[in-house]
């Protein structure tokens, strides 16, 4: 869906938009296509919106960089641990009132220009001394498609974060306020409103058809925990799929011995397989190189 709003090709020359970051950073490996480029464009998106955070956090709060103090805002002295955690939540909030949930108002911009007599500007020297150029807006609005393009991608990377984040630590309460979300975006694309009605329909299983107990099992049969860590969990889906992948590489080294009964007992024995394969990897010291992300 976020490569769908915010990715073209043709907008590399336009500064902020996705594809002219990738190609300031030489990220050849991102795409259109994210199914067969999930884990690049996954990475590739999240460091755009962990930038756009940063440089929110860095104007709010008047910084030039992450380095330099606050010259706005200025954190006030806390008298105890409860003082500076609402201080925290507030500031957090103003912060997400402020670039992410703005109003149209604030996505408005005017175009200015000088005002002249005879052709020449008029300069007008105030009491201080200092001499100013006396300027008039332009009287309709222009939309600011650059500040609306940024609010998106804040918005939607929010979004996107917050439901990885789900995934590992299941939460139906969080869950279902995220899908309320996520359900509007998907409306309002006209290609992707299928998705829209698919949450609906979940929406509907789960806060009217199915009683308490019957809408957590389907809520949490959703997730499948792969190593038995509180935040190990991934979409069951996702775990079929590694496991259909498994059984595809493990029937093509059978070669001519691919009958019924040798490919249930190959399938059987998987859990097993991996088991030894660890085994013997972890007993011979067996280093596993780090895979080249982009």
């Not at 991102?30 to 067969?36: F, L, S, Y």
């Not at 500076?84 to 997400?96: A, H, M, P, S, Y």
Request: glycine residues 4%.
């Amino acid at each position: 869906m976020t490569f769908k709003m915010l990715y073209s090709k043709e907008s590399g020359a336009e500064l902020g938009t996705l594809k002219s970051f990738q190609d300031r950073i030489s990220r050849s490996n991102v795409g259109e296509d994210v199914k067969n480029k999930y884990d690049a464009d996954k990475d590739f998106f999240i460091s755009v919106v962990d930038m756009h955070i940063v440089e929110c956090i860095l104007h709010y709060f008047g910084m030039e960089s992450v380095s330099s103090v606050p010259t706005v805002h200025v954190p006030p002295s806390f008298n105890n641990l409860e003082e500076k955690r609402q201080w925290l939540f507030e500031t957090i909030g103003d912060v997400i009132s402020k670039y992410v949930l703005s109003d149209g108002n604030t996505n408005e911009c005017w175009t200015e220009e000088a005002i002249k007599v005879n052709g020449q500007p008029v300069v007008v020297q105030l009491t201080d001394g200092r001499k100013v150029t006396l300027m008039k807006k332009s009287k309709a609005p222009k939309y600011d498609y650059v500040k609306n393009y940024a609010q998106m991608m804040l918005e939607l990377g929010l979004l996107f974060n917050d439901l990885m984040d789900m995934i590992k630590l299941p939460e139906r309460t969080r869950g279902i306020r995220l899908l309320k979300v996520a359900m509007l975006y998907f409306k309002s694309h006209k290609n992707l409103s299928k998705y829209a009605l698919d949450i609906l329909r979940f929406l509907v299983h789960q806060l009217i058809l199915l009683p308490e107990k019957e809408a957590n099992e389907e809520f949490y049969g959703l997730f499948v925990n792969i190593n038995g860590h509180f935040n190990g969990h991934i979409p069951a889906d996702l775990a079929m799929e590694h496991l259909v992948i498994k059984v595809k590489d493990h029937l093509k080294h059978m070669f001519s011995n691919k009958t019924e009964s040798n490919i249930m007992n190959r399938t059987k024995a998987l859990g097993a397989i991996r088991d030894i394969a660890e085994n013997f990897e972890k007993q011979s010291k067996v280093i596993v190189r780090a895979k080249k992300t982009f």
